[in-house]
């Protein structure tokens, strides 16, 4: 019985991730087809490279991504072999095909290339935010920063960095305007961050660390006054030598005020470390 329910957990998981790539790609697609490609910004990737084809000789921008997208996809199995995964082939190939479906019952929502820009890079963050969260990819850029990563010293993220900034540079000589390369970048910008937001969670906690010669009393007014767990780290200060201990505490962003006012009555010459701290699980947080 035990196997069969944790077969049958894998097995929705699986469900999920399939499904939150599917529907990760046609965000994506909806995006370009809505924002991007009607308006000339190449933000870069492959589906950039592919806009760029579009206006030069009108080759559809799917049927581009799947061409360059191919070789790429055999070269990355080749190298890193089965575990590359066919979630990687799954994104890809959908993306390419929703373009091209979406593109011919869709209209652009605007031409305005500054709201474009925007509203098209916060839909691509959200859609590939979506598809990286279940653990695919929609290829392109991605796949080639890593056969750049196995064969150089470049990082995944320098390689990225490489090839949009060619692709971006590359649309904004094609069709001879600086204006259309900022918007790219507007895109780019906006699409990273969204990214970042859907896979850590757009909702934060704060995190302190908390170095005191009051420690013991500040970290009992914490659990008493504010119920919040406090963990005492083993901690020495090079330059005195002197073994102290250090709090750690995890609070709501609404609560930083009232830490950092409970730490000074106790001790006004503590040292505290306040920063945000995403994707907190456990009690008093997210399960």
């Given at each position: 019985m035990k196997a069969f329910k944790q077969v049958n957990k894998e097995f929705k998981k699986e469900l999920f991730d399939y499904l939150g790539i599917f529907v990760g790609a046609n965000l994506t697609a909806l995006a370009l087809v809505w924002f991007l490609i009607p308006n000339k910004?190449?933000?870069?990737?492959?589906?950039?490279?592919?806009?760029?084809?579009?206006?030069?000789?009108?080759?559809?921008?799917?049927?581009?991504?799947?061409?360059?997208?191919?070789p790429l996809l055999l070269a990355c199995l080749r190298i890193f072999g089965p575990k590359f995964g066919i979630k990687t082939f799954l994104g890809t190939i959908l993306l390419s095909l929703a373009v091209e479906y979406w593109g011919g019952i869709v209209h652009p929502l605007t031409l305005d290339p500054l709201l474009a820009s925007l509203y098209g890079g916060v839909l691509t963050g959200i859609g590939m935010g979506l598809t990286f969260k279940c653990h695919g990819t929609t290829g392109g850029t991605d796949l080639a920063a890593q056969l750049l990563n196995h064969f150089t010293q470049l990082t995944i993220g320098q390689g990225l960095f490489l090839f949009d900034g060619i692709v971006i540079g590359l649309a904004g000589i094609i069709f001879r305007s600086a204006e259309l390369m900022l918007y790219a970048l507007i895109a780019v910008a906006a699409s990273g961050k969204i990214i970042d937001g859907v896979i850590e969670g757009f909702s934060y906690s704060k995190g302190a660390f908390i170095i005191s010669d009051h420690s013991e009393k500040i970290a009992q007014r914490i659990l008493e006054e504010m119920n919040r767990g406090v963990t005492g780290l083993a901690g020495r200060g090079i330059y005195s030598g002197k073994s102290r201990e250090v709090l750690l505490c995890i609070i709501g962003r609404t609560e930083e005020t009232r830490l950092k006012q409970l730490v000074r009555e106790e001790d006004p010459r503590a040292f505290v470390i306040i920063s945000n701290v995403h994707e907190v699980l456990g009690e008093g947080f997210k399960e």
């Open positions: 910004i190449a933000a870069g990737g492959v589906s950039g490279l592919a806009t760029i084809v579009y206006y030069l000789w009108g080759w559809p921008v799917g049927l581009v991504m799947l061409i360059v997208n191919i």
